[in-house]
């Protein structure tokens, strides 16, 4: 069983900046594929970024190159660097982790204002 705590999310003017961090309980953490997923009001929860276990990176294509995600395995934690926020990044960020089953977080509010 993992657990996922996040934080980090808050108000932010457009073209500012967020990090959010998700702790993981458990000592699995170097072997989960990590994640950050996003669902905005009255639309499905989609993928952000995906970070393996080797370190290579998916990102949805409408964060290329504003988002950033890492992991420190030391800390059982991962993490999401939010630069040139836009409005439409506004939505609740949920962290994922998978090995053979799949464990959210509670989700962390992200505005984003124009």
């Known amino acids: 069983q993992v657990q996922l705590v996040e934080s980090g999310g808050g108000l932010v003017q457009s073209g500012g900046s967020l990090r959010l961090s998700c702790a993981a309980s458990g000592s699995m953490f170097s072997r989960l594929v990590m994640g950050w997923y996003r669902q905005a009001p009255g639309k499905q929860r989609d993928m952000v970024a995906e970070?393996?276990?080797?370190?290579?990176?998916t990102y949805a294509n409408s964060v290329k190159g504003r988002f950033t995600i890492s992991r420190d395995n030391a800390k059982n934690t991962v993490y999401l660097q939010m630069d040139s926020l836009k409005p439409e990044d506004t939505a609740v960020y949920y962290c994922?982790?998978?090995?053979?089953?799949?464990?959210w977080g509670q989700g962390t509010q992200v505005t984003v204002s124009s």
């Open positions: 994922n982790a998978r090995l053979v089953s799949a464990y």
């Open positions: 970070i393996r276990t080797s370190g290579s990176t």
